[in-house]
T-cell receptor, first 114, second 112 residues
């Protein structure tokens, strides 16, 4: 089985721009979660999607949004980029939701905001 | 939201030595998981221990859980240079959203 695929691997943007990141989960996995990782804050939960519905949302401003498609692929969008949005964005999938599942992570998208 | 905290923040040892990392958390949990991350890459799941379990083994890994102290430890025996990575614990709160929340990790360096 192919693993979790995130594209692009690296991204450089300037302040004020917007960006869309993509995540393809493992085949058969219906839950996709997004995390932001920075050296100072560690991994911070952004949101979780299950069967095209946002199930949970972390404490991030409305500039961060996401969606999930019928094939379980997910995208996250960040609008009006700020310097502080520079981070490694990680996507993780699991067969179901509920917290008893182990997460399978992609390699991440490294976003740099200049 | 609750968050596990790993201790120490950094650990440097020689190949062949054992490495022990600890995780403390704040509220009750459904389970606790340990993950490993090589530099700049995604996390890889190592082991999941449920709240009614006290110890679990997987190869050279041994995880213990003490719910009375709200703490867990990860022991890597006979460390290898390839074990160099960051290690994270993640907890899921049954009274919350069940979303695994992560600590800041322990950075382990194993010198050959």
């Amino acid at each position: 089985k192919a693993g979790v695929t995130q594209t692009p691997r690296y991204l450089i943007k300037t302040r004020g721009q917007q960006v869309t990141l993509s995540c393809s989960p493992i085949s058969g996995h219906r839950s996709v979660s997004w995390y932001q990782q920075t050296p100072g804050q560690g991994l911070q939960f952004l949101f979780e999607y299950f069967s095209e519905t946002q199930r949970n949302k972390g404490n991030f401003p409305g500039r961060f949004s996401g969606r999930q498609f019928s094939n379980s692929r997910s995208e996250m969008n960040v609008s009006t980029l700020e310097l502080g949005d520079s981070a490694l964005y990680l996507c993780a999938s699991s067969p179901s939701t509920g917290g008893n599942e182990k997460l399978f992570f992609g390699s991440g998208t490294q976003l740099s905001v200049l | 939201s609750q968050q596990g905290e790993e201790d120490p923040q950094a650990l440097s040892i020689q190949e062949g030595e054992n490495a022990t990392m600890n995780c403390s958390y704040k509220t009750s949990i459904n389970n606790l998981q340990w993950y490993r991350q090589n530099s700049g890459r995604g996390l890889v799941h190592l082991i999941l221990i449920r709240s009614n379990e006290r110890e679990k083994h997987s190869g050279r890994l041994r995880v213990t859980l003490d719910t009375s102290k709200k703490s867990s430890s990860l022991l890597i025996t006979a460390s290898r240079a390839a074990d160099t990575a960051s290690y994270f614990c993640a907890t899921a709160d049954p009274g919350g959203s069940y979303i695994p929340t992560f600590g800041r990790g322990t950075s382990l360096i194993v010198h050959p």
